[in-house]
Each structure stands twice: as C-alpha cells, then as structure tokens.
C-alpha cells in the first residue's frame, strides 16, 4: 500500500515538472518570435509587400526559304535555313507605383532588326543576350494611367503599333518612355492615349572635330504619338498620328544594318497615320483592317540627298480570325510600298531579303492554334524593287511557336 502511493506522488511530480517545461519553452518561443516581429517592424519590414515575378517566354522554331526570281535567267537556287528564336523574361510587379521587366533573347550583335538564330555552325552553343531591361514607374497619384518607363523595352510595349510598316517587330527601343493610356503590359486601353520618347541610336557618333560648329555628334530620336480606341455599336476602331525625328542620323554608322544604308546627306522627320477597324463575322471569328500611311517630312532643299518624289510609304491589311484558342485559326494579308527615303532600316526587315525600302509587293499568311500554348503559321512574302520589273523575291516561312 505504502509503495502504491509513494508511485502515485512520483507521476504527479513528473506531471508537473513536464508542465512547467512547456510553459517554460512556450514562453521562451514566444519571446523569440516577439522579438523578430519587433525587428522587423523597426526595419519597416512590416510594408513589404508580395513581388509578383510574372514569368514570360516562348519558343519559335522556323524553316525559311529564299529565292530571288530573275526574268531569264535559269540555275537560280534557294537559300533554306532552319532558324529558332527563343526568348525569357521575368516582369515582376514590385507594387501598385512599381514594375520592371528583365529578358534574354537569341539574336546577333550585328542585326538591329531580328532575334533570330541560324543553325550553322556544327552544334556551338548559342549566344544570349539582352532584350528588355526596364523600370515602369505609375504613379498612384494619376490613377495609374501615366507610366514612366527607362530602359530598354520592346517597341510594342513602349509604342503606339498597329503595324510593322515603320517599326519592325523585333526592336526593343532604348531610352525613356512616357505613356497615358496603356496598362502595364504596353496595351491601349479604351479612349485617348499618347506616347512621348527619346531614344539613344548612337553615342559619340563620328569625329566630332570635323562637324560643324555647335553640330553634336549623338544621334537620337525623339518621338510623339497620339491615338484614340473606341466602339460604336459592334464595331470597334482606332485612329492615331505619330512623329519621329531622328537626330544627327545622317552620321550614323551603318554597319549594324544588312545590308549597309548609306545615310550622308539625309533626314528622316517621319510622319505617321495610322488605324484599325474590326468587328466579329461571328462570336469566335473576329476581322480587322488597319492602314498605315507614312512619309518623311524632309526635304531635299535642306538634304541633297533626298529625292523628294520618293518619300512616301503605306501599308493596307486584312485579318480574319485570331487563333486565340485551341481549334481556332487566323488568315491575313497585307500590301506594302515603301519609297527610297520614306523610311530607315528599323522598318521590317523580312520583306524584300534584307532590303528594307524602295520596295512593294504583298504578304500573306496564317496561323492555327493546334494544342495549349502551341501554334502553326505560314508566310508568303512577294516583292520586288520599285522600278525594277526584271526579279521578284520570294520568301517562305514555317513556324513552330509555343508560348509559356
């Protein structure tokens, strides 16, 4: 009986004694959590906000043929290359007033105009380099409908685009932006939007002790545009105007460019009209017809050479249908004339093989929507040199794109 108790009295001591180590050691986490939580505050952690990274890439795989068709003469051969594009970015959305993005591509250090990459050369690694680089600053205070944006960014995004008649695709401009009217991602939003830019096209730019004097050797570009996204009743539209004056371009290097233009003695203040107008044929198959009509305001009386009968370029196209979804299907066609001194190499360079103005002829192509993140698409290009009846070039491209 005596051991009995003396047992009972030992488990309530050792009860208790595991109760107070416990609490004991509840109270000390407590104390350390405490005193993180208090240090953070301190240190103003207590506003950090989630960064939402917003990861984007994609995958283009092509087959692309070439050839040049001169009247009367035979033995000509295509050139075929199988090309990839590949490129990924991260946008992260660091808070309501502060976003950036940052994105490596495939491409050449010698072509302004493509991200693509030739297999070529016996299975070498590829070279990556960098696309995007930017910060977007929207202030809370305008509603978020200002973006202040430096860096380096896709044309896109940074600009007001409805075509690829003055910009090609490719480009990714360098400098700073001021945006009304188009979200974080660089899309118009319904009503009036605008862009302002100056942009960096080359620093330190020829021997300066052989300019003119007060004559800076740095060219730039300075751009503003101005357009207006409505609906009426089922049919929606956008209309816009844009000005671009390149700064001291005629002492721009051109060995950047293939093939090389020759800009001595020319200006390019280019003026731009552009629009779109669409609708649904049905209620998974939209249309749309946009136009661009772009001329170069300068003249020869200031720029010898210049040939003010050549200044002038457009570009007309229809699309049917948008492949945004699995089983759907997209078909479109443009016609494009671009004079001698209407445009720069920055205009698209897929066209004429290389050639980017004194040009006309026609596009057309299309693209299905095969799985999840999957499309195919063809393109046809058919041009030749204004003036020249004697050859036409034609280009053949299969692509492969995914998209994730």
């Given at each position: 009986?005596?051991?009995?108790?003396?047992?009972?009295?030992?488990?309530?001591?050792?009860?208790?004694?595991?109760?107070?180590?416990?609490?004991?050691?509840?109270?000390?986490?407590?104390?350390?959590?405490?005193?993180?939580?208090?240090?953070?505050?301190?240190?103003?952690?207590?506003?950090?906000?989630?960064?939402?990274?917003?990861?984007?890439?994609?995958?283009?795989?092509?087959?692309?043929?070439?050839?040049?068709?001169?009247?009367?003469?035979?033995?000509?051969?295509?050139?075929?290359?199988?090309?990839?594009?590949?490129?990924?970015?991260?946008?992260?959305?660091?808070?309501?007033?502060?976003?950036?993005?940052?994105?490596?591509?495939?491409?050449?250090?010698?072509?302004?105009?493509?991200?693509?990459?030739?297999?070529?050369?016996?299975?070498?690694?590829?070279?990556?380099?960098?696309?995007?680089?930017?910060?977007?600053?929207?202030?809370?205070?305008?509603?978020?409908?200002?973006?202040?944006?430096?860096?380096?960014?896709?044309?896109?995004?940074?600009l007001i685009v409805v075509n690829d008649l003055?910009?090609?695709?490719?480009?990714?401009?360098?400098?700073?932006?001021?945006?009304?009217?188009?979200?974080?991602?660089?899309?118009?939003?319904?009503?009036?939007?605008?862009?302002?830019?100056?942009?960096?096209?080359?620093?330190?730019?020829?021997?300066?002790?052989?300019?003119?004097?007060?004559?800076?050797?740095?060219?730039?570009?300075?751009?503003?545009?101005?357009?207006?996204?409505?609906?009426?009743?089922?049919?929606?539209?956008?209309?816009?105007?844009?000005?671009?004056?390149?700064?001291?371009?005629?002492?721009?290097?051109?060995?950047?460019?293939?093939?090389?233009?020759n800009y001595t003695g020319k200006d390019f203040?280019?003026?731009?009209?552009?629009?779109?107008?669409?609708?649904?044929?049905?209620?998974?198959?939209?249309?749309?017809?946009?136009?661009?009509?772009?001329?170069?305001?300068?003249?020869?009386?200031?720029?010898?050479?210049?040939?003010?009968?050549?200044?002038?370029?457009?570009?007309?196209?229809?699309?049917?249908?948008?492949?945004?979804?699995?089983?759907?299907?997209?078909?479109?066609?443009?016609?494009?004339?671009?004079?001698?001194?209407?445009?720069?190499?920055l205009t698209d360079s897929d066209r004429n093989?290389?050639?980017?103005?004194?040009?006309?002829?026609?596009?057309?192509?299309?693209?299905?929507?095969?799985?999840?993140?999957?499309?195919?698409?063809?393109?046809?290009?058919?041009?030749?040199?204004?003036?020249?009846?004697?050859?036409?070039?034609?280009?053949?491209?299969?692509?492969?794109?995914?998209?994730?």
């Amino acid at each position: 009986m005596v051991l009995c108790v003396a047992h009972e009295d030992m488990r309530k001591e050792f009860r208790n004694f595991t109760e107070h180590i416990t609490q004991t050691n509840s109270i000390f986490v407590m104390r350390k959590v405490a005193l993180i939580v208090g240090l953070a505050a301190s240190l103003g952690f207590n506003n950090a906000q989630a960064v939402d990274w917003n990861w984007k890439g994609d995958i283009r795989e092509r087959y692309q043929s070439e050839l040049t068709d001169t009247h009367g003469v035979t033995g000509e051969h295509s050139r075929d290359r199988y090309r990839t594009r590949v490129r990924l970015g991260v946008y992260p959305w660091i808070n309501e007033e502060l976003s950036a993005g940052v994105q490596l591509s495939t491409g050449s250090s010698s072509e302004t105009t493509s991200r693509n990459e030739t297999f070529d050369d016996q299975f070498l690694p590829d070279a990556i380099y960098l696309n995007e680089a930017f910060i977007d600053y929207h202030p809370t205070a305008l509603n978020g409908n200002v973006n202040i944006i430096l860096g380096k960014r896709a044309v896109a995004s940074s600009l007001i685009v409805v075509n690829d008649l003055v910009w090609d695709s490719d480009l990714t401009f360098e400098g700073a932006t001021v945006q009304y009217g188009k979200d974080a991602d660089g899309k118009e939003k319904d009503g009036l939007s605008a862009v302002a830019g100056y942009y960096m096209l080359n620093e330190n730019q020829g021997d300066k002790n052989s300019l003119p004097a007060g004559r800076e050797a740095d060219a730039y570009l300075v751009v503003g545009q101005v357009a207006y996204k409505g609906e009426v009743t089922d049919i929606s539209y956008q209309l816009g105007a844009a000005y671009y004056d390149y700064v001291n371009y005629d002492y721009q290097v051109a060995s950047t460019y293939k093939p090389a233009p020759n800009y001595t003695g020319k200006d390019f203040n280019i003026v731009e009209f552009f629009g779109s107008v669409g609708g649904q044929l049905t209620d998974t198959l939209p249309w749309k017809v946009s136009g661009q009509y772009a001329f170069n305001t300068a003249k020869h009386a200031d720029w010898i050479n210049i040939d003010d009968s050549k200044r002038d370029s457009y570009l007309v196209e229809l699309k049917i249908g948008d492949a945004k979804q699995v089983g759907q299907w997209s078909l479109y066609g443009d016609y494009v004339r671009i004079e001698q001194d209407a445009l720069t190499v920055l205009t698209d360079s897929d066209r004429n093989r290389g050639t980017a103005t004194n040009l006309e002829g026609f596009k057309i192509g299309g693209v299905y929507h095969l799985v999840q993140n999957m499309t195919l698409g063809v393109n046809y290009f058919n041009f030749k040199t204004i003036g020249d009846n004697t050859a036409t070039s034609h280009i053949f491209m299969a692509d492969v794109v995914v998209k994730f």
